[in-house]
């Protein structure tokens, strides 16, 4: 904000000193923590003297050794006794050393030791299990429990499945925690070790017996039977029989989700309720709140052998140590926390005596070593642990930093995202040799390989090692089919060859992928060790199956790789392998699984009678893709791969069409321009390249926007979504009509002339108009004629008055002539439009702004017109300044301005309002219309559009408006109650394209419009549509006028309702079959009368074949005109498509359907329809405009269902087209009918209203900083999220992974009328999840109790304090005394490092539930967390105890009640936060007592600072008088009044009298000081009523407003700054113009800025506003509005190079540097030719600073090849080559220019100087070269001058 001002500077260095404290004392610590001395070699502990070996299990007493020895030795009676001082304890406590803290590994462990574990993955046959320390071992699928192998035995013996023996992958999951014993460490060929785990109760448990077990106790067991009334579950024990009862259980598996049974094997955490029988009988709960609050206690007697991993204890910290602590726990055990559990404290934040919660990890019984964990995770025994994405698995991280290096462990990383990882030492470097301890500094950065992901460490872990990272996979995931690979032969069987990739990766080879052909003795050509190079067919990470094939031909095979179906585009040429060949065709096999058919028609070009015999199994042939259908998996093939090979019959002809084309018709690509013309665009499509052609009529759906896409498209330019038209002699025509597209995306289209039947509503456009009709034609090339008589429902005089040619139109199908292949169509309104016409004219509107702003996006980017760029700047509603340039005859007037310069602007007479306007006159206008084809803009001055009042709409409201303007494709109107200004459509229907003049809306118009929408979007209008009663009128009489003979021929039949009939199957569609009657008469069947019960996801019509005869059911008649169903009873029935119906129950009569009783209407039909209801619905389409499905229950009840009911998963509705196909059947729930009531309104998840508890989908409708977001929800609710429930955890930045628009899953907390209390919370939307929930909700303040420690977000910073939110219901209070132990002398500093959002954890010091108050701490002796206050601020502490003794020893003794209500006092100070009276007057006793002894009190540095603007002002120092302006404080006074209150001498009175005097004569003082900080409004009002010129004294009062986040006084203090301040102090004025600028930039909105920006260029140079604009958006990182300035500025300054030189740094600073390239030929046009070369200059030493070094070298290259002479350049060239380059180039520029034609001044000045840069970067040798140089040219002049 201030970068001009002089002490800027001084600020930001104390900032940086700060910082670099802070740094160096962080470095320090780590380096004192590094060089600690660790580890050594291994030694036996020496403890006294030998003793007598114990004959009962003795307990690890205060000693920890180590697993890798096992010392046995004998301990006599005195140290078998338990000590008898707590000293001698301690010592032994503290003899722990770095091997005690070394990590767990594979050789450290013995038989029989139990670890705690994590499931890591779940196969057929054995559990994976992550261990501590980066460990991993596998439980074989025996050694889970003995009931559970009996089971298995049991299935192995009778070979038949066992109904309740569950696989391993139903009883575990990843991240369930299991207790473990080790059974056994075997080492692998390669050194790897295998560690075998039992989880067998049995094995866990083996050292209970029935007598240790306690009541309280925490054990593992598994399920062993299921009885009636419970379980029995096997605990390991001998003799010992648990039970569970199932009321125990319910709870568990209702949380669990498996089932309504547990299993048996099935792993539980037991608790023990209740012991019997001296422990033979036990009841045990499984309850997961008591299991997770379970804790071990001395009560339960454990013994070292009994001691369980996985128990949670209350221990003691004994010892910290930089490798890990040492705890206390149960009376008489020690255990070791290495660094990996600490948790997120450190070692050096535990302090020994404190009491903290641990996990038990390990215990070895032999060594009686036992770990433990501090991580949070663990204390709640039960708890699942967190999974890590796979996809990280395998990265490489190019810069992981080292945060600490352990000697005999390994390092710990940080990576680039703050990830903690660790890699243990014989992953750091490629072999033992090549490592080094000193590059494994902490800071040194290496390049790594994440490998794996340690559960139980919640550690990445890593590896430096070279051929690790080289490899091009690590696990059988990153292998995808059709990679090649290398590996090395290892195994040679029946089955095929076995392959070794990697040390861990093995691939098979079949016996049949040998070779080409097959090898009877492969033995002969591989051999074991062979390294052979292979393709991967297919590979199953799940299994670990790697297939791989070594045929020559496909190994070596340049085709495309067919790895999925997806993948089979028609015309693709690739190679795969026979795998079957019978008389039908060919089975041939790709990659991943996939295989086609070759019918036996495509074989070859020679019929071939037996394919058996030309083609064998495992034969590789290339094959072309004819059709494939990915949904079923269906693939069809040819090995035909000739273009002439055509087949016989009509099928093999359409096929080889098919595969000429190599763009299929109805393809949505991309494409690119490549030449205009005046009738299209050529184009190719991408990526191919395949040549098209792009009609300028096809490039939208409205005729005008046509035009404006070809006049500012260009060459080279992508257009995206695109359709294939037709490709006629291989001229392939597209289009980008979004109607064409959204036709072909809903296959609402027919691809041949037998699809076509009456009725049909098809999509297409006009192609020729001829005056007896129009011609329209339709994708696939096929096209009909509108007759004159059916264009229109008014009468058509001309045809072309009514449409234009390549217009889009809806036509309906009225007759068909299949002998001549034509068919007639109708275009009128009645027939063509939905009932709906106000949602299709609405419709209409939208897409036409739509397209308009991607019209206006290309023209942004037009950097060469100027014209453009001020057209996407102005937009209807904005107001603008004008000036009156000419007023016409008919009265208007034409105006021009800065913001429309080159542009038209025009006011007609009746927009001029009635003002009287002159030439020259300035103006204030509102836009109404921007004409972006003929750059013209449309304003009026009306004062009631000039204000326009402000006023909440409701949508669907309708208001009175009157017509302002008239536009081709819609009007503006103005709300008669506002003044704001809508746009109303001119057409309700594509078709709707002719008005009589009547009907033509006119200018002044008064109307009635429905609001669509109640916030104006950024084309500035309020979207509406005109009420269309009148309309219906109009076309309902038209209807009724006319009959049915009149409009169309139609069959007549004499079926009634009930009739049976027989008939033929010609088509068969999504959602219905189309069936010949006879020759004439076609009826249909409906998906829903099809089968009695449809199954949900199934197609009902594809049980249907064309040709199969059916007998049906007459049930009802549609009108072939308004496919409406007519009753029986209708004198029409009998020229109606009888609806039928071939459900087994209507033909045998059980079910009389009828489609429309007499006298129904819609609102009867769905009348039974209630709210609730499960209906069983068929797709029709999923329209992807509206971003909803249709569906249709039967034949006459339509459906929708919005996208956010489709599915509580999120996949499926971004993707809903894969999810959802046409046809299909599904199970809804109706939650009423649509506005028209034509429609019901249906949800598939099964919500049909928001209520409490409800889990819904929504999306991100607005992200609000620091409050939440705004969600949108079904049935047009909004919901809101609050900070607080969008995560189970908290984080810093809560908003960061949102975005609008984002899809998110809502559970609905409250729901009213007008808001929806939602919540994102994972507990909330997934409640079986059983996730971590770090952060509890909080409803009320029951939910806290005192000393608890909560987290939340800061709220508000006071002078009161920190308001501290824990929910949206509870805000609590941090007094200043519970922020800091520090005491801070200014707030300000608060606000510097508390900020709105902050996320703190603080403890609860009290409630007040009466008062709803809550007060808390974030003092570090309260939180554990480090101050928020940091220490290398040099504040003084807080001496509120030092001051208590310091008043006792003044105080006399005799003055005992003195002290005590000094004590008091001073209590009260405390509790009300003021320590500053005390530390003051403790200085002041100190002076009166010591007498101004010097040296003895240093006078304390206080830095206080004021409020800053992103570390920008400070305001002035703090100075000592102000600290004894403090400690005079009323409290001190009342101190005295109270000392004197007794009876007083004179003397006394006199010596009171003079201390007054005193303090006055102090303040007075104070006050004349010229260093003195204003300390309020006044202070500052003095200080500028002295000084008003001075703009620093203005800024410094605005930060004093703004330290209390007053922003509109700061604001009044600018504005009078800029009044007072003369207008000679230019640069004065200018500062506090750019301080108002900052203020409203941080704290303002868009448009205030603006404002200010554009009174600042008013009262300064333009110039320099416009930078410092420039400057601010850069700092506030607003790169997109800096970038529009600095475009703006080149047009406004482009002859100013300082203007090209800062638009360059700016782009080269953002990295873009193509852009600044582009700049430079810019510049050389505008500027003047005199300011070429210094621009040229300056720009290529920017190149050098932050571009391309090339670059600039070359032009600098360029400039002096055409100014060799210029001295000036080439000094400029020299510096940034010494800088920049190498010597060798720096000497090459030297060298050329000492043997340039200089003058002799010149050519001395760069030998000097090629001298001075020899002797600071060369040689002796180089010196004397330049010098012998030199001399030689002296002597040539000397020759010149003499001769």
Request: net charge positive; glycine share 6%; aromatic share 6%.
């Amino acid at each position: 904000l201030f970068r001009s001002l002089p002490y800027a500077s001084l600020i930001s260095g104390l900032g940086s000193l700060a910082l670099t404290c802070a740094a160096e004392l962080k470095t320090t610590m780590s380096s004192i923590e590094e060089n600690f001395p660790r580890g050594g070699t291994q030694k036996t502990t020496q403890e006294g003297k030998p003793t007598k070996k114990p004959t009962v299990d003795q307990d690890n007493l205060f000693k920890t050794q180590h697993e890798e020895q096992t010392p046995k030795r004998k301990k006599t009676q005195q140290d078998q006794a338990k000590p008898k001082k707590l000293k001698t304890e301690k010592k032994a406590v503290i003899k722990t050393s770095a091997k005690d803290f070394e990590l767990l590994t594979s050789e450290s462990l013995t038989d029989g030791m139990l670890v705690l574990g994590c499931v890591k993955e779940c196969n057929e046959y054995e559990l994976t299990v992550s261990l501590p320390n980066g460990l991993s071992g596998s439980v074989q699928v025996t050694r889970v429990c003995e009931a559970y192998s009996e089971k298995l035995s049991e299935q192995v013996a009778t070979d038949k499945p066992i109904e309740d023996l569950s696989p391993l992958s139903e009883l575990f999951s990843p991240g369930m925690l299991l207790r473990c014993a080790v059974i056994g460490v075997e080492k692998g060929a390669e050194g790897h070790h295998g560690i075998q785990l039992s989880i067998n109760p049995k094995d866990v448990n083996k050292a209970l017996t029935t007598a240790a077990l306690r009541t309280g106790m925490l054990l593992s067991g598994c399920v062993s039977s299921v009885e009636d009334h419970g379980y029995l579950i096997d605990i390991g024990v001998y003799s010992a029989k648990a039970f569970l009862p199932r009321e125990k259980a319910q709870s568990y598996l209702q949380s669990k989700e498996k089932g309504t049974e547990l299993k048996i094997g099935q792993y539980l955490n037991c608790l023990i309720d209740e012991v019997k029988n001296n422990g033979r009988i036990i009841r045990i709960s499984i309850s997961q709140l008591e299991v997770a609050a379970a804790t071990a206690t001395e009560v339960q007697n454990w013994t070292l052998c009994s001691l369980l991993p996985g128990l949670v204890v209350k221990a003691q910290i004994q010892e910290t140590t930089p490798f890990g602590v040492s705890l206390s726990f149960l009376s008489s055990f020690t255990g070791i926390v290495d660094f990996m559990h600490l948790g997120p404290t450190k070692s050096r934040n535990y302090s020994p005596g404190q009491m903290v919660k641990a996990c038990i990890l390990s215990v070895n019984p032999t060594s009686k070593a036992i770990r433990l964990s501090l991580r949070p995770v663990f204390l709640q025994p039960g708890t699942q642990l967190g999974r890590l994405s796979s996809d990280r698995i395998g990265t490489i991280v190019a810069h992981s930093r080292v945060k600490s290096f352990h000697k005999n462990s390994g390092a710990l990383f940080t990576l680039d995202n703050g990830t903690l990882a660790f890699a243990y030492l014989h992953h750091l470097s490629d072999t033992p040799k090549s490592f080094k301890t000193e590059s494994f500094k902490p800071g040194s950065k290496h390049k790594c390989r994440i490998i794996d992901y340690s559960p139980m460490d919640d550690l990445l872990l890593l590896s430096l090692r070279q051929r690790i990272i080289d490899a091009p996979f690590l696990r059988y995931q990153d292998i995808h089919p059709g990679q090649m690979v290398e590996g090395t032969v290892f195994a040679l069987k029946d089955s095929g060859m076995q392959v070794k990739v990697t040390g861990h990766i093995k691939g098979l080879v079949p016996h049949l992928h040998l070779a080409d052909v097959v090898l009877k003795h492969p033995e002969k050509k591989y051999s074991v060790g062979n390294t052979v190079r292979s393709r991967v067919l297919a590979c199953n990470p799940d299994t670990k199956m790697l297939i791989l094939t070594l045929k020559k031909t496909l190994v070596t095979s340049k085709l495309p790789i067919l790895a999925s179906y997806e993948d089979a585009k028609p015309g693709l040429v690739t190679h795969g392998f026979v795998v079957c060949a019978r008389e039908f065709g060919c089975i041939v096999k790709f990659y991943n699984d996939v295989k086609g058919l070759v019918p036996k028609n495509e074989l070859g070009l020679a019929p071939i009678t037996v394919p058996q015999e030309a083609f064998y199994e495992g034969q590789v042939v290339k094959v072309i893709v004819l059709k494939c259908e990915p949904e079923q998996e269906k693939l069809l093939l040819s090995f035909k791969l000739t273009d002439n090979a055509l087949a016989e019959d009509s099928t093999g002809e359409e096929v080889s069409k098919k595969r000429k084309v190599t763009y299929e018709t109805g393809q949505v690509t991309d494409v690119k321009i490549v030449k205009k013309k005046e009738t299209g665009l050529e184009v190719k499509i991408l990526p191919n390249d395949i040549p098209a052609y792009l009609p300028t009529i096809h490039l939208s759906d409205y005729v005008t926007n046509c035009k404006l896409w070809w006049h500012w498209l260009k060459s080279d330019e992508i257009l995206h979504n695109v359709v294939c038209l037709h490709d006629k002699g291989g001229h392939i025509t597209i289009s980008r009509k979004p109607a064409i597209i959204s036709a072909f995306e809903g296959e609402h289209l027919v691809k041949n002339f037998s699809d076509i039947q009456p009725g049909l509503l098809l999509t297409g456009y006009v192609r020729n108009i001829m005056p007896y009709g129009v011609f329209v034609e339709f994708p696939y090339g096929l096209t009909g004629l509108a007759p004159k008589s059916a264009m229109s429902d008014k009468f058509v005089t001309d045809t072309k008055d009514h449409f234009v040619i390549g217009q889009t139109v809806t036509a309906k199908v009225t007759s068909i002539d299949e002998e001549k292949q034509r068919f007639l169509l109708s275009l009128k309104i009645s027939d063509c439009s939905s009932e709906d016409s106000v949602s299709e004219s609405f419709s209409l509107l939208s897409q036409y702004f739509k397209e308009l702003q991607e019209i206006k996006s290309i023209m942004n980017k037009r950097d060469d017109s100027s014209i453009a760029q001020k057209l996407c700047e102005l937009k209807p509603g904005q107001r603008v300044q004008l000036v009156v340039q000419e007023i016409k005859s008919d009265g208007s007037a034409l105006f021009s301005g800065i913001c429309a310069s080159g542009l038209t602007v025009e006011a007609t007479h009746r927009h001029l309002g009635g003002k009287k306007i002159v030439m020259g006159d300035q103006a204030t206008a509102v836009i109404l219309h921007v004409d972006y084809l003929k750059s013209k803009v449309y304003v009026s001055l009306q004062e009631e559009l000039l204000s326009p009042k402000q006023k909440m709409f409701t949508a669907d409201s309708q208001h009175p408006a009157v017509v302002q303007h008239i536009a081709s494709e819609y009007a503006v109107a103005s709300l008669v109650e506002t003044g704001q200004l809508i746009a109303i459509p001119l057409a309700c229907h594509f078709n709707d394209t002719f008005r009589f003049d009547s009907e033509k809306m006119k200018v002044g118009q008064s109307i009635m419009v429905l609001l669509k929408t109640t916030e104006p979007g950024d084309h500035g209008f309020l979207l509406a549509v005109q009420s269309p009663k009148k309309r219906r009128n109009v076309i309902r009489l038209r209807q009724e006028s006319k009959t049915l003979e009149e409009t169309l021929a139609v069959v007549k039949h004499s079926l009634s309702l009930g009739d049976m009939v027989t008939g033929t199957v010609k088509s068969v569609k999504a959602t219905f079959v189309t069936v010949a009657l006879n020759d004439k008469l076609i009826g249909n069947i409906h998906a829903s009368e099809i089968l009695d019960n449809v199954p949900i996801g199934t197609f009902p019509t594809s049980k249907l074949k064309a040709g199969q005869k059916v007998t049906a059911r007459v049930i009802g008649g549609r009108d072939v005109k308004t496919h409406r169903y007519l009753p029986i009873s209708h004198p029409y029935f009998t020229q109606t498509i009888p609806e039928l119906s071939i459900r087994p129950r209507e033909l045998k009569g059980e079910s009389n359907t009828v489609l429309c009783p007499d006298d129904c209407n819609t609102e009867e039909v769905l009348k039974p329809f209630k709210p609730g209801q499960m209906v069983t619905c068929f797709v029709k389409k999923y329209n992807t405009i509206k971003k909803w499905l249709e569906v249709e229950v039967t034949s006459n009840i339509k459906g929708r269902v919005q996208q956010l009911l489709f599915s509580t998963n999120t996949k499926v509705l971004k993707h809903a087209e894969q999810y959802f196909k046409n046809g299909q059947a599904l199970s809804a729930t109706v939650v009423g009918s649509d506005i028209t009531g034509s429609k019901l309104c249906l949800s598939l998840t099964g919500v049909h209203s928001l209520e409490k508890g409800t889990i819904i989908i929504g999306y991100v409708k607005k992200v609000i900083p620091h409050v939440g977001l705004t969600v949108t929800l079904p049935f047009g609710k909004t919901g809101k999220a609050s900070l607080f429930h969008l995560s189970d955890t908290f984080v810093e930045q809560p908003l960061e992974g949102f975005s609008v628009g984002q899809l998110v899953k809502c559970c609905v907390l409250s729901s009213d009328d007008d808001i929806t209390e939602v919540s994102l919370r994972q507990s909330r939307v997934n409640p079986k999840s059983h996730g971590k929930v770090e952060d509890a909700e909080i409803m009320s303040l029951d939910n806290i109790q005192e000393g608890q420690l909560v987290r939340g977000y800061v709220t508000s910073v006071t002078s009161f304090g920190i308001f501290f939110g824990l929910s949206d219901s509870v805000v609590g209070r941090i007094p200043l005394k519970c922020i800091t132990h520090l005491f801070v002398p200014d707030q300000s500093i608060y606000a510097k490092f508390i900020h709105i959002g902050q996320l703190l954890t603080a403890k609860v010091l009290s409630i007040n539930k009466e008062e709803n108050h809550v007060q808390l701490s974030v003092l570090p002796k309260d939180t554990g967390k480090p101050s928020i206050i940091p220490e290398c601020l040099d504040l003084p502490q807080s001496k509120i105890g030092t001051e208590v003794k310091k008043l006792k020893k003044r105080k006399s003794s005799g003055c005992e009640q003195e002290v005590k209500r000094g004590k008091k006092r001073i209590r009260c100070t405390e509790e009300d936060d003021s320590g500053v009276e005390v530390y003051y007057r403790e200085e002041e006793e100190e002076e009166k007592t010591e007498k101004n002894s010097k040296g003895r009190e240093v006078p304390r540095l206080k830095v206080s600072t004021g409020f800053t603007w992103e570390e920008g002002l400070t305001v002035l120092d703090t100075t000592m008088l102000r600290e004894r302006e403090q400690s005079s404080s009323s409290e001190e006074d009342e101190e005295d009044t109270q000392l004197t209150a007794k009876k007083q001498t004179k003397k006394n009175k006199e010596l009171e009298k003079q201390r007054a005097e005193k303090e006055l004569s102090k303040l007075e003082a104070a006050l004349m000081d010229p260093t003195r900080q204003p300390q309020s409004a006044d202070d500052f009002d003095r200080l500028v009523l002295g000084n008003p010129d001075s703009s620093i004294l203005w800024l410094q009062y605005m930060a004093f407003h703004l330290q209390a986040t007053e922003i509109e006084k700061a604001r009044a203090v600018a504005e009078r700054a800029l009044k007072t301040i003369s207008f000679r102090e230019e640069q004065e004025k200018l500062n506090v113009w750019v301080a108002l600028l900052n203020l409203e930039n941080m704290y303002g909105t868009e448009e205030a800025l603006m404002k200010v920006f554009e009174r600042a260029i008013q009262y300064n140079e333009p110039l320099k506003v416009f930078q410092q604009l420039a400057d601010i958006y850069t700092d506030s990182e607003k790169y997109k509005q800096a970038d529009d300035l600095y475009n703006t500025m080149l047009k406004r300054f482009r002859q100013e190079k300082s203007v090209w030189v800062k638009y360059a740094t700016f782009l080269l600073k953002r990295g873009q540097v193509e852009s600044a390239h582009r700049l430079l030929p810019r510049a050389l046009k505008c500027l003047p030719d005199k300011e070429h070369v210094d621009v040229i200059s300056k720009l290529a030493q920017l190149e050098f600073r932050f571009g391309n070094l090339e670059h600039g070298k070359a032009i600098f290259e360029n400039t002096l090849s055409t100014y060799p002479k210029r001295t000036d350049i080439w000094s400029i060239y020299i510096d940034m080559m010494i800088k920049h380059g190498s010597q060798k180039e720096v000497r090459e520029v030297f060298e050329r220019i000492i043997h340039l034609s200089l003058t002799p001044k010149k050519m001395k000045f760069f030998f000097k100087r090629y001298l001075e840069y020899e002797k600071k970067y060369g040689t002796a040798e180089t010196i004397l070269a330049v010098k012998a140089a030199a001399l030689e040219y002296v002597e040539s002049k000397n020759s010149l001058t003499e001769g």
